[in-house]
């Protein structure tokens, strides 16, 4: 019987996936079977503990969070949890011997959003690496499936593609960080004196993060690479239209991708994948 229950736990975060981001969900649905799962595990993880530090706005969320903390690490060390989504998150954990410390650091970036609004250089990286860069560690350990040669090899990259990632999402979410959160992410960032010139040193170092990012999909496993690609090209996308909006329109419009657009890179992306013309 406790197939069924596994099996209901990781329909569980497939449902979290889906709820939370259809680009994200697409690009899944593009991976080996055998990863599909995992990866919305990791996913409904990651969705659930951002969701305390960012939306439960009327519960006490450093409590929340310390319970949430807690019951991932009974959930890792029994090897269940009533929890479906950590449960699942166990399972994958537990499987594909996903590193402690890579969800620990993740943790305590969650800790920093109910405590830090502002960053210096310093913190801002220490909040890239745990709430960006380890996520696209804990997928890699899927990715290359037991393979650490191969692991050590794309640790890096992933780690910057993760990091691009986090960066532009930071930048359209601008709005919503800034006015509703009371966050800036950025060192120093300032939202009066938010001008072209910080906004194209911000995407400079964005740009070198892709670069690095893209050498890796490129020695991806191919069986995971088409997933991780179309994620790449949804971001450049995302990335095109920020670059082309001004800072005073980013500090009050979210900036998206219409799910029509989502569909013909979906296309791309295959048609690229299938011919094997990623470059």
Same mark, same amino acid.
């Given at each position: 019987?406790?197939?069924?229950?596994?099996?209901?736990?990781?329909?569980?975060?497939?449902?979290?996936?889906?709820?939370?981001?259809?680009?994200?969900?697409?690009?899944?649905?593009?991976?080996?079977?055998?990863?599909?799962?995992?990866?919305?595990?990791?996913?409904?993880?990651?969705?659930?503990?951002?969701?305390?530090?960012?939306?439960?706005?009327?519960?006490?969320?450093?409590?929340?969070?310390?319970?949430?903390?807690?019951?991932?690490?009974?959930?890792?060390?029994?090897?269940?949890?009533?929890?479906?989504?950590?449960?699942?998150?166990?399972?994958?954990?537990?499987?594909?011997?996903?590193?402690?410390?890579?969800?620990?650091?993740?943790?305590?970036?969650?800790?920093?959003?109910?405590?830090?609004?502002?960053?210096?250089?310093?913190?801002?990286?220490?909040?890239?690496?745990?709430? !960006?860069? %380890?996520?696209? #560690?804990?997928?890699?350990?899927?990715?290359?499936?037991?393979? =650490? @040669?191969?692991?050590? *090899?794309? /640790?890096?990259?992933?780690?910057?593609?993760?990091?691009?990632?986090?960066?532009?999402?930071?930048?359209?979410?601008?709005? !919503?960080? %800034?006015?509703? #959160?009371?966050?800036?992410?950025?060192?120093?960032?300032?939202? =009066? @004196?938010?001008?072209? *010139?910080? /906004?194209?040193?911000?995407?400079?170092?964005?740009?070198?993060?892709?670069?690095?990012?893209?050498?890796?999909?490129?020695?991806?496993?191919?069986?995971?690479?088409?997933?991780?690609?179309?994620?790449?090209?949804?971001?450049?996308?995302?990335?095109?239209?920020? /670059?082309?909006?001004?800072?005073?329109?980013?500090?009050?419009?979210?900036?998206?991708?219409?799910?029509?657009?989502?569909?013909?890179?979906?296309?791309?992306?295959?048609?690229?994948?299938?011919?094997?013309?990623?470059?």
């Amino acid at each position: 019987m406790k197939d069924i229950y596994n099996s209901v736990s990781y329909k569980c975060s497939k449902l979290v996936t889906k709820s939370y981001s259809t680009s994200f969900s697409l690009g899944v649905s593009l991976l080996y079977k055998d990863f599909v799962m995992p990866i919305h595990a990791i996913y409904g993880f990651v969705r659930f503990a951002d969701e305390i530090v960012d939306t439960f706005h009327t519960s006490n969320k450093r409590e929340l969070l310390d319970r949430f903390v807690k019951d991932t690490h009974d959930a890792i060390n029994d090897k269940i949890s009533l929890n479906p989504i950590l449960h699942s998150f166990q399972d994958t954990v537990n499987k594909y011997n996903i590193d402690i410390e890579l969800i620990n650091t993740f943790l305590r970036s969650m800790e920093m959003d109910l405590d830090k609004n502002n960053y210096n250089q310093v913190g801002y990286e220490e909040y890239i690496l745990g709430s !960006a860069e %380890v996520v696209g #560690l804990m997928c890699l350990k899927i990715f290359v499936d037991g393979d =650490e @040669k191969k692991y050590e *090899e794309l /640790k890096h990259d992933a780690m910057k593609l993760g990091s691009a990632f986090q960066k532009i999402n930071f930048l359209r979410d601008l709005k !919503a960080d %800034v006015h509703t #959160l009371g966050r800036a992410y950025f060192p120093g960032f300032e939202a =009066e @004196k938010f001008n072209a *010139e910080t /906004k194209k040193a911000i995407e400079a170092d964005i740009q070198k993060d892709f670069d690095a990012g893209l050498r890796g999909i490129k020695r991806l496993p191919r069986k995971a690479q088409l997933g991780v690609y179309l994620a790449y090209i949804y971001y450049v996308s995302l990335f095109k239209k920020i /670059k082309n909006t001004s800072p005073e329109k980013l500090m009050s419009t979210r900036i998206r991708i219409s799910d029509s657009q989502k569909y013909m890179l979906f296309m791309g992306s295959y048609f690229k994948h299938q011919f094997k013309l990623i470059k």
